[in-house]
């Protein structure tokens, strides 16, 4: 059994503790770069935290091949509106600062992305933790689009993913300016956004994606 570490990495715009959850491989493992998944970017898709909670459930009795850390909901305060923004009405998956998220390219793709470039407390979260933690791999939840989407050094994972959730890959570089994606990207990462859909009643998300999830965290190198 792997032993369930909990962190909390910072706030919300209302206070609320955003918590992380690491969890390291059993010793024998060949060591491999850390991988950081991400749910509840959006208040709107619940399904992305309910996802990542499963997961970590599952990892507590089969640990990774490599140590993970999972944010299951960075915008709790969203999530708990029922909105997509954060207390402050900003879309945080525009808010992280990129070059094409300079505030000459967000003039015309703002959708809320904030006064400035990780303005917002849970942004600057996340921000922190990878310049702590330096992942190599960097995966997001979103809903309600099957897709896999893929950035910077990704697309080997990617393709991976995709035979396992049998969700279409998707590389569209700069589509959207202001994104995790569009930020990392940019480095020799492999960056993954994993769209799913809504939890139904026959858990959709769960076993379309738990199969792609997994291999996120242990394999390849």
């Not at 300016?177 to 960056?191: C, F, M, Q, T």
């Not at 769209?195 to 998300?205: G, H, K, N, T, W």
């Not at 769960?206 to 996120?216: E, K, Q, V």
Request: aromatic fraction near 4%; charge should be negative.
């Amino acid at each position: 059994m792997a032993k369930r570490h909990e962190h909390v990495i910072g706030t919300t715009v209302l206070g609320r503790p955003i918590e992380a959850v690491q969890f390291l491989p059993p010793g024998y493992a060949k060591p491999r770069p850390p991988a950081l998944l991400i749910g509840g970017t959006h208040g709107d898709e619940a399904v992305t935290q309910l996802v990542l909670e499963r997961l970590a459930d599952e990892l507590v009795e089969r640990p990774p091949g490599r140590e993970t850390w999972i944010v299951p909901c960075l915008n709790i305060d969203g999530t708990l509106a029922g909105t997509r923004n954060n207390a402050n009405d900003v879309d945080l998956a525009r808010n992280f600062a990129t070059a094409s998220g300079s505030p000459a390219a967000r003039a015309s793709d703002r959708r809320g992305a904030g006064g400035a470039a990780e303005d917002q407390p849970e942004t600057r979260a996340v921000v922190t933790l990878i310049e702590q933690l330096g992942p190599q791999r960097i995966v997001t939840l979103h809903a309600t689009y099957r897709r896999v989407t893929w950035a910077g050094a990704g697309e080997a994972l990617a393709a991976e993913l995709s035979a396992r959730c049998g969700y279409p890959v998707h590389h569209a570089p700069g589509a959207n300016p202001g994104s995790i994606e569009d930020k990392y990207g940019a480095l020799p990462r492999e960056v993954i956004v994993l769209q799913m859909p809504y939890l139904d009643v026959d858990e959709d998300a769960w076993t379309d994606c738990r199969s792609a999830l997994r291999w996120s965290v242990d394999l390849p190198d």
